[in-house]
């Protein structure tokens, strides 16, 4: 069996054993497990809540704490999850009135990238879904525009999902977009082929709808 840890601070994590490129976040308290030993001074670790793997740093190990007490995911019925809706959008309305910017991996306060705000949102409420917008797009229960209530998922993109957003019901999602072609941080637009470049920029890229029914289990 492998050894689990809790990390002991914020973490930052690497898609690569280089440390160059930034993939995700720990928060304080998540539980890890090891898969290698040190890469180029790093070690490729597994976040236990949605299996995301990713690179750690060889100076963070000494902030992981060994523990017998190994992960267990909690169930939630869609019922659950309902009643916890409006948490979840409160939290992403708190995370929008505090300044930020999108940055590519964050999952942390106060600067997220746009599927890292959802995770982040729904984990803030015990519930744990994907990390990525692909792996959220597979998870969700396929749901049409006109089925979409609070709190469902909204995904971006042609060939391949490349962005997420949270709907907040009366026309309107928020989400975290990036400089180039959003806002760079987190904002409310129209789900409307009306409105400013920007949100007609994402309306001609809408793809699916989602609902999460389930909290993640491997």
Not at 128 to 146: C, G, L, M, N
């Amino acid at each position: 069996m492998t050894q689990e840890y809790i990390n002991q601070i914020d973490l930052d994590l690497y898609n690569h054993s280089n440390c160059e490129e930034l993939a995700t976040q720990a928060v304080k308290g998540r539980h890890l497990k090891l898969l290698s030993s040190s890469v180029n001074a790093a070690l490729q670790i597994c976040l236990c809540e949605d299996q995301y793997q990713a690179w750690l740093p060889q100076p963070q190990l000494s902030y992981l704490q060994p523990t017998n007490q190994t992960y267990q995911p909690v169930s939630f019925t869609r019922s659950q999850i309902e009643a916890k809706i409006p948490e979840i959008i409160a939290f992403t309305e708190a995370a929008k009135a505090v300044p930020n910017q999108y940055l590519w991996g964050g999952t942390l306060p106060p600067h997220y990238d746009c599927s890292g705000l959802i995770q982040s949102a729904f984990a803030s409420v015990g519930i744990w879904i994907p990390r990525d917008s692909y792996q959220q797009e597979a998870f969700v229960h396929k749901i049409t525009q006109e089925e979409l209530e609070d709190g469902d998922l909204i995904f971006f993109g042609k060939e391949k999902v490349d962005h997420v957003a949270l709907y907040l019901g009366q026309g309107h999602y928020i989400h975290s977009s990036g400089a180039k072609e959003g806002r760079n941080g987190i904002a409310i637009d129209p789900l409307s082929p009306q409105g400013d470049q920007i949100s007609q920029h994402y309306y001609r890229k809408l793809r699916s709808f989602g609902r999460v029914v389930q909290s993640f289990r491997q």
